[in-house]
């Protein structure tokens, strides 16, 4: 099921899967240059499904427009936090809310946690540090948008991602799977990973 929402910066899509008897609600986002037919996304996406959650893939509408480049995060924050506030009004209304997306949409999702109310946030290989280029300064770590997450986090992480490799925390969960940032080396051990994290996960009020 598709659904279009408007947001303050365009138009959004949805694409929703239902759950017969769902326990709670999984709100993945896609990364900057990709959609949410990422293996990785879809590999997550059924693990969830798998687990009695229901599932809402969003696309932002820099996509939907048919932009590859995103917006400043502002623009993406406000147009998620928007189209998640829809989503618990209606389709995913009375259910737990977990969030979470791929690099650029898993930033989005620890940036807005707050907003959205979600109770956990699913990252798929989180861009911690992006690469040095040749001759310049390391360019900054992200770490702050991790730690700012007052709710459990899974972090699943290829184990040669050069965007390297965040560090747990105490409701910090890393996991280390093989492959690079596209994490499509081992999607086996990428949906086990997000089932059974999200199995365990309490989601108890």
């Known amino acids: 099921m598709a659904l279009r929402l408007e947001t303050p910066h365009g138009e959004a899509r949805v694409h929703l899967r239902a759950a017969e008897a ?17 293996p990785d996304v879809v590999a997550a996406s059924d693990a969830a499904a798998a687990e009695g959650f229901a599932v809402a893939l969003v696309e932002q509408p820099y996509r939907v427009a048919g932009r590859r480049s995103p917006p400043a995060a502002s623009r993406l924050d406000g ?5 998640v506030e829809a989503l618990v009004a209606g389709e995913l209304g009375g259910l737990p809310l977990v969030v979470g997306g791929r690099s650029l949409g898993a930033r989005v999702a620890c940036r807005t946690v707050e907003a959205t109310g979600a109770r956990a946030v699913v990252c798929l290989a989180f861009p911690l540090q992006p690469p040095a280029r040749r001759g310049s300064e390391p360019r900054p770590s992200r770490i702050g948008e ?4 007052g709710a459990p986090v899974l972090v699943v992480q290829g184990a040669r991602d050069p965007f ?18 596209g994490l499509k080396a081992d999607l086996d051990a990428v949906g086990a990973t997000v089932g059974e994290w999200l199995s365990e996960l309490r989601l108890d009020p």
């Open 164 to 181: 390297g490799m965040p560090p747990g925390g105490p409701a910090r969960t890393v996991v280390e799977v093989p492959g690079d940032h």
């Open 146 to 149: 991790l730690d700012a997450v």
């Open 79 to 83: 147009a998620w936090a928007a189209v």
């Open 22 to 38: 769902p326990r709670a609600a999984l709100v993945l986002g896609h990364g900057a240059g990709g959609g949410v037919e990422a």
